[in-house]
């Protein structure tokens, strides 16, 4: 203890520089678990889930970084003591090089490993990184006068056992800050309600559904901008903060339109969402069995997309897919003004004679007694249908059947999406890895199907966030991918077991199924498998937190 804090030693002030260091890299190190607390949206259960299911592989890294360098510092102390010198305490901090070279090596192979989004520095998380900043110093402190105090041989060296508090230091960072964020996301909403308050006469629109809200959401942006001027939530912003930070950012006086897309993990997340944007109009698209992880069951998946039309009340407008019986279930129960589409003549407004083809989708919107033909750049029965859950908000709206045509031509495919992409030596690439749900993955194939001519390809991870019925829906994906491909990559081993006896079990031929730990391996085999004129279908991506 006197030697620690003999101030004139240099020990002390060691320390304290040690601590500092251990900390900065210790916040670079800590970048996958603060990583996967962002994708999980900062709940923590998501973030604990994924830390019990890849305990051995993130756990692993760090004992092995702990025990090289460790004993790479014990070794270095040992041998400075047994030559004993006036300065043996002083180079027995060479033993700390190992530490860093081995924490070098992690760090290496951490920043290499393929990121489908990588951590962003938001605000929020750079006050939860200045936090784990802060932790870490104090902490790294306290180990190495624990250190000095009880074990001479390790000393400084104490800092590389610092790793081993990652997985926990990360979320507490978290978890200390909460009560701040929660004050400072009140703060944010306030100002989002009090912008919105200043536009009386602003058309306000909520989007819903399990899958196809952003196809729906872009779809009806360029349809009503045949009209208006409308601003909408870019890319996926579909929470709480998503939508305030587009009002106070992007949304302006010229703007007539405002159309909010709404996603939830949870009951009474969209109900959260309307009470910021207060919509007066709404579309439920699908709804399936998607994050059924978190929602517990599809009946709360039901309940909490009905949170939109909940809201909307007798005085608002709702349009329904006739062709999902969920959102059908829900449209029988509303008691404002609805409108419900489907394919085929079931309801006063439907499309018919769809047909599809590489170069996009041709079809008739009916209305009535009245027909118009449409073109669109999209792919498959399923966008059809997102296209018709538009024209009801688009005729309400004012605009007239031609009106709403034209701007279906100028519907562009959203990225990642069953996006169709010319490869080189005329192969064809339908990429569709932002889709993660059993209907999506069923109309990714249809579309595949239409390519008689062509080898195909099927690159898949397979279907996640299906709690209990994750391998059955795997296992039938299987036997759906079977009827249409050629070939096979299964990326990742999460669903590799029940997709390939899926396979295995329609027949399809085992030395046709290849496995490969991640994307860009699936993308090795396939560079050695290619041939002209194939078509690949890329279904889905995991998220990081499977990686």
């Not at 912003?237 to 009002?247: A, L, Q, R, S, W």
Request: proline share 3%; charged share 20%; hydrophobic share 45%.
């Amino acid at each position: 203890m006197i030697d620690f804090f003999d101030f004139s030693s240099g020990h002390f002030y060691v320390a304290v520089i040690l601590s500092f260091l251990n900390a900065m890299l210790l916040c670079f190190e800590g970048y996958k678990f603060m990583q996967i607390i962002q994708l999980n949206g900062y709940h923590l259960t998501g973030y604990f889930d994924w830390l019990k299911n890849t305990r051995e592989k993130y756990f692993g890294r760090i004992i092995m970084l702990v025990l090289l360098s460790c004993a790479g510092i014990v070794v270095t102390n040992v041998i400075f003591r047994i030559f004993a010198t006036p300065l043996q305490y002083y180079l027995s901090y060479l033993g700390l090089i190992f530490y860093f070279l081995f924490s070098g090596i992690y760090l290496k192979v951490l920043y290499d490993s393929p990121k489908k989004i990588p951590l962003k520095m938001t605000a929020r998380m750079r006050r939860s990184m200045g936090v784990f900043f802060v932790l870490s110093v104090f902490l790294t402190f306290a180990l190495l006068l624990l250190s000095s105090l009880f074990t001479q041989i390790f000393r400084y060296g104490a800092v590389a056992l610092m790793p081993l508090l990652l997985p926990l230091l990360a979320p507490f960072s978290h978890f200390l800050m909460i009560p701040i964020e929660k004050k400072i996301s009140k703060n944010y909403i306030k100002k989002a309600e009090k912008k919105l308050s200043q536009f009386p006469n602003l058309i306000r629109i909520g989007i819903t559904g399990s899958y196809g809200k952003t196809t729906i959401k872009n779809a009806l942006k360029v349809i009503l901008s045949e009209k208006y001027s409308v601003c909408i939530t870019p890319q996926n912003y579909n929470t709480p903060m998503g939508i305030t930070k587009t009002v106070l950012n992007d949304l302006k006086l010229t703007h007539q339109i405002f159309i909010a897309e709404m996603g939830a993990r949870k009951v009474g997340d969209i109900k959260e969402l309307c009470e910021i944007v207060k919509p007066t109009y709404g579309i439920i698209g699908t709804i399936g069995e998607q994050h059924m992880a978190t929602f517990g069951s599809f009946e709360n998946v039901k309940r909490t997309k009905a949170e939109l039309a909940d809201f909307l009340g007798k005085d608002g407008f709702c349009v329904f897919n006739g062709d999902n019986e969920k959102s059908l279930e829900i449209a029988e129960r509303f008691v404002g003004e609805r409108s419900v589409v489907a394919i085929e003549n079931k309801f006063k407004i439907y499309a018919k004679n769809i047909k599809t083809s590489t170069k996009g989708t041709d079809f008739e919107i009916c209305v009535g007694d009245n027909a118009i033909k449409c073109n669109t750049k999209l792919l498959g029965e399923h966008n059809i249908i997102n296209i018709l859950l538009c024209v009801p908000m688009a005729l309400k709206l004012g605009l007239n059947l031609k009106e709403i045509a034209n701007g279906i031509s100028k519907i562009s495919p959203v990225e990642h999406r069953l996006q169709l992409v010319n490869a080189p030596n005329n192969v064809i690439i339908l990429d569709d890895t932002y889709n993660a749900s059993i209907e999506g993955s069923r109309r990714a194939l249809e579309v595949l199907s239409m390519f008689n001519d062509r080898r195909k390809i099927v690159i898949t991870p397979g279907l996640v966030e299906l709690g209990t019925m994750e391998r059955l829906a795997n296992y039938e994906f299987g036997e759906r991918i079977s009827e249409i491909a050629d070939i096979v990559i299964i990326v990742n081993h999460t669903n590799e077991i029940a997709l390939k006896q899926g396979l295995i079990d329609k027949e399809f031929d085992e030395e046709k199924i290849y496995n490969a730990e991640n994307t860009i391996k699936a993308q090795e085999i396939l560079t050695k498998i290619i041939k002209q004129n194939d078509v690949i279908l890329w279904e889905n991506d995991l998220p990081d937190s499977y990686i």
